[in-house]
Every structure is written in C-alpha cells, then in structure tokens.
C-alpha cells in the first residue's frame, strides 16, 4: 500500500527485543514483496509463526478446466444462476474466466470459509451483496455492498458472511494495487486521482485468537495443501509498514467526466499483472450540445472486456438481456459498441445512474465450466437484431 500504517502494540525500534508479559520474546515476522525489495509490514505473533505439526495434499472442490473462446464471440454469462446453498465463499468459488494473469470467480455464500492462504498472488474482492467480515492475521475488515478488499499474496484470512454474501474475485498471479499515475514517487496519491488515502480502510486493531493444531489452507504454485500449525496464526499482538489487506467502496469512487464521451482509462482503479481494474459508477454524461452520452462502437486490439453488472441501469447494453449480476465478455477480434437504438435514446441524457466493475486483460481470456453452464447463447447475436442459433 502507498502509506504507513501501525496497529496495536510494537517496539519502538525494529528488529529489537520486543517481551511478552512471561518475559519471552515476541516472534517477528516480516512480509514482503519482491525479496526484501518493495512494500512490507513487520507483524509480532505469540507464537511462531513458522511452527506446522502436519502438511498434507488439498484437493479444492473446484472445477478449473479451461476451454478457449473458439469460435470467437462475445459471451454473456448469467451468475446469480450459479447461487448454490451451504458453500463458503473461497471453497465454494465458481470459477468464469481464466488466463495465466488472472481468475475470475463468483461466489454466492452463506458459510464462513476455512482459514485460507494464497500464494500465488494478491486476490480483489468485490462485494455485490450482503455484509460480512473478512478476518485476517492483521485484524478484521467489515465489508458490504460495493466494497473492494484487495488481499495481498500470502495473508492468512477467512471469509464469515453475515447472511447471504455474493462476491465477485479476481485472483492475480502477481500484485495488484492503484494505477501508478496516481500516485507520487514517494507514493502518496495525487490530485488528479478519483479516490485517495482517506476513502481506504483497514484493520484497525489486533484480531486475537487462541487455538491449537489449526488447520489452513493454502493455495500455492505447485497446487494445494492443508497445513496444521501448532498455534492459531491470529495471534499478532501489532504490525507496521505498507503491506496490509484494505478496502475500497465503489461508491467513494469520483467520476471523471468530459465534454464528450470519455474512454475507459478514466475509470481505473486498480493495475494488476497485465490487467487493470475499473470502476463505472452513478455520474453526470457528456455536456457538449451534440454529445452522445453512451460509448462509441470500438475494438480493443489489445484486451478482452469483461464487465461485472452490479446495480442501476447500463443505459448502451438496454436490450441485450443484461441484468444485475450479469458478466460479458467482448475479446479481441471482435468489435463491440452500444446495443441498436442506444446512441439515439441517450442523447440528451445528462445522468446514467450505473454501476459496473471492468476487467480488462491483455491476454485472451479462457471460458471456465462454471461460466458456460450459465450463458445466454443468444447474447451474440443480439446487435444484429436476429434469432440465431
């Protein structure tokens, strides 16, 4: 993260004898990235951190399998027909799409999640309904509806909804944070950038918790496994530094408008292994007298467009069957725009009250069995206003 923190209790100096009330020491542990070469934070447990009684193969109870977009054509994937009772919200992840930068999953849970690790790379949730509390080695994050909570690589967290949680996930095979023109060399975000330090949250204090031969799982680069540890991994008594989970609401996003339609870039959030992160929130439109508010027909030569439909009106796909929940994917090779008769319904509009989350990769996405088993199959086709098969 681009700015300091410090919770619960720490040493004045780092790297110094830091005692418990018996007079043993606190067991350091620093995280960090990049080989002790960018962000870290310094966390001090009870116990060590490092002591596992058993490791054992996980077999996750998910279906991965990946199938190229071939024949190449947009997709429309329908997710609430994915809600499944008695899942949890890591385990029970329906994965959609797929490249070797990044998993997209939806989740409809009700279940708190075993403690869960993943190595591989930092993990983006996105909160579409329901409240919850995500809990992790750092403290807890009480999140809801429209909520992002970036996780980095390697935080031990789970996941326990207060009700009926739906959550969108993209898990990275790398690190995902704010786009870097937002911020200073020193990292702090500038003036020009549509959130900053103050709309960020995070754990506010020490999330403690006493156990023994607890289990988590872990999802690393060779494949899974279940480790026990000899002591329950919550029991950080403080931390410092710039790596740490955090949350985001969409709706402390502030739009960039202009005269005439605005691109995409204007609505970034976040940056991750080759693909960024945007968010289309409630704004004013266009103001130029001949502005047409919704987007021009365009191809992306370089990406596949995955937008997450998650509340109002998206006024350039009315007609196409897209509702709340829905995905689409317009890859490259194929040229996408407004729905027929959308350019000229939207002129004189100067409001669109939508809400969206685009994903957008700069390799081809694979389809995942999940997502096909709920597509609309007539999405295609929908621009050229014929039934087809």
């Known amino acids: 993260m681009p700015y300091y923190r410090a919770v619960g209790d720490i040493p004045r100096k780092r790297h110094t004898q830091f005692r418990q009330p018996d007079g043993s020491l606190y067991a350091e542990e620093l995280m960090g990235q990049e080989g002790f070469s960018s962000d870290s934070s310094l966390l001090y447990h009870r116990h060590l951190p490092t002591a596992i009684v058993a490791s054992e193969v996980f077999t996750p109870p998910v279906r991965t399998r990946r199938v190229p977009n071939h024949p190449l054509k947009p997709r429309h994937l329908v997710t609430h027909k994915l809600d499944t009772a008695?899942?949890?919200?890591?385990?029970?992840?329906?994965?959609?799409?797929?490249?070797?930068?990044?998993?997209?999953?939806?989740?409809?849970?009700?279940?708190?999640?075993?403690?869960?690790?993943?190595?591989?790379?930092?993990?983006?949730?996105?909160?579409?309904?329901?409240?919850?509390?995500?809990?992790?080695?750092?403290?807890?994050?009480d999140v809801t509806e429209g909520d992002y909570v970036i996780i980095p690589t390697s935080v031990i967290y789970r996941v326990v909804p207060d009700g009926l949680l739906r959550t969108l996930v993209i898990e990275a095979s790398g690190h995902i944070g704010p786009p870097k023109r937002y911020l200073s060399v020193r990292g702090q975000f500038l003036e020009h950038s549509p959130y900053c330090e103050r709309d960020l949250r995070g754990p506010a204090e020490p999330l403690l918790a006493d156990g023994t031969d607890v289990e988590v799982v872990v999802q690393h680069r060779r494949g899974w496994t279940r480790f026990t540890y000899a002591h329950h991994p919550f029991d950080v008594v403080g931390w410092d530094g710039h790596l740490y989970p955090w949350a985001f609401s969409i709706h402390d996003f502030e739009p960039i408008t202009g005269r005439v339609h605005q691109p995409p870039p204007v609505h970034q959030t976040f940056q991750g292994p080759n693909f960024v992160i945007c968010s289309f929130v409630p704004r004013k439109v266009d103001y130029h007298?001949?502005?047409?508010?919704?987007?021009?027909?365009?191809?992306?030569?370089?990406?596949?467009?995955?937008?997450?439909?998650?509340?109002?009106?998206?006024?350039?796909?009315?007609?196409?069957?897209?509702?709340?929940?829905?995905?689409?994917?317009?890859?490259?090779?194929?040229?996408?725009?407004?729905?027929?008769?959308?350019?000229?319904?939207?002129?004189?509009?100067?409001?669109?009250?939508?809400?969206?989350?685009?994903?957008?990769?700069?390799r081809p996405l694979d389809l995942c069995d999940p997502g096909l088993s709920v597509e609309d199959t007539a999405y295609a086709w929908t621009w050229s206003g014929r039934s087809l098969p």
């Open 86 to 141: 008695g899942v949890d919200p890591v385990l029970g992840r329906q994965y959609l799409l797929s490249n070797d930068d990044c998993r997209i999953s939806y989740a409809a849970a009700e279940q708190p999640s075993p403690l869960y690790r993943n190595a591989v790379g930092d993990e983006c949730l996105y909160v579409e309904s329901g409240r919850g509390r995500i809990e992790t080695t750092f403290g807890a994050l």
């Open 289 to 362: 007298p001949q502005a047409i508010p919704v987007p021009y027909n365009h191809h992306n030569t370089d990406s596949d467009e995955v937008l997450f439909y998650t509340g109002g009106n998206y006024e350039a796909r009315r007609g196409a069957g897209i509702g709340q929940g829905s995905i689409t994917l317009h890859p490259s090779g194929f040229t996408h725009g407004p729905q027929p008769g959308a350019p000229e319904r939207a002129i004189g509009a100067d409001y669109f009250d939508e809400l969206a989350v685009m994903v957008d990769t700069f």
